[in-house]
């Protein structure tokens, strides 16, 4: 077990251009969390996966913001035109949840994205 | 839909000393809670949850936390404080299986020797 990691942990980028950030969640987790957290500020859910099918995406995902999981395993976040207010920590986490009780989220240590 | 607050954005306490850190929740169902802390630079790690079992919930590094239903409440404390107990400390409930977590704005800790 390595732990939810996160590639890259730091990303500048000019505003108007694109990012994309990844995720590799613990094997065999079968959830895997996308969240924003802001200076300050508690995180925020973007959207989650349950195996490939990403099963809710929150109103803060707007148009600009995709995310996929292909087959089942890593995922990507990708923002499109970047503007200054996309510079946060991006938080990727991952569960496993057989159906039972909530699950347990672990976190990865994030990517913080400046966007200049 | 369910929230939490967190009473102090900033609690500071001497190193020895008592550590108590507020969460309320706000949940229509009865809830799961958890308790993270995030050191900086990184990213957030468990340090306890409650799932409706034991009311009185142990988790890592000396820390616990009391589920009080009509206060609704799950406060985090520590008897005694350490240094490395300086964190950010972030409080999260869970309405159940399908739910996603719901984060307090955050308590930071400072530990002063």
């Known amino acids: 077990d390595t732990g939810v990691s996160q590639d890259p942990r730091h990303k500048i980028t000019k505003r108007g251009q694109n990012v994309t950030f990844r995720c590799d969640p613990i094997?065999?987790?079968?959830?895997l969390y996308w969240y924003r957290q802001t200076l300050g500020q508690g995180p925020e859910f973007l959207t989650y996966?349950?195996?490939?099918?990403?099963?809710?995406k929150s109103r803060l995902l707007s148009d600009r913001f995709s995310a996929e999981r292909p087959k089942g395993s890593f995922s990507t976040l990708e923002i499109q035109r970047t503007e200054q207010g996309d510079s946060a920590m991006y938080l990727c986490?991952?569960?496993?949840?057989?159906?039972?009780?909530?699950?347990?989220?672990?976190f990865g240590p994030g990517t913080r994205l400046t966007v200049l | 839909a369910q929230s939490v607050t967190q009473l102090g954005s900033h609690v500071s306490v001497s190193e020895g000393a008592l550590v108590l850190l507020r969460c309320n929740y706000s949940?229509?169902?009865?809830?799961?809670l958890f308790w993270y802390v995030q050191y900086p630079n990184q990213g957030l790690q468990l340090l306890l949850k409650y799932t409706s079992a034991a009311t009185l919930v142990k988790g890592i590094n000396g820390f616990e936390a009391e589920f009080k239903k009509s206060e609704t409440s799950f406060h985090l404390t520590k008897p005694s404080a350490h240094m490395s107990d300086a964190a950010e400390y972030f409080c999260a409930v869970s309405e159940g299986y399908g739910q996603n977590f719901v984060f307090g704005p955050g308590t930071r800790l400072s530990v002063l020797p």
């Open positions: 094997s065999e987790h079968n959830r």
């Open positions: 996966f349950q195996n490939e099918a990403q099963l809710e």
């Open positions: 986490a991952s569960s496993f949840n057989s159906g039972g009780e909530t699950d347990t989220q672990y």
């Open positions: 949940s229509s169902v009865p809830p799961y």
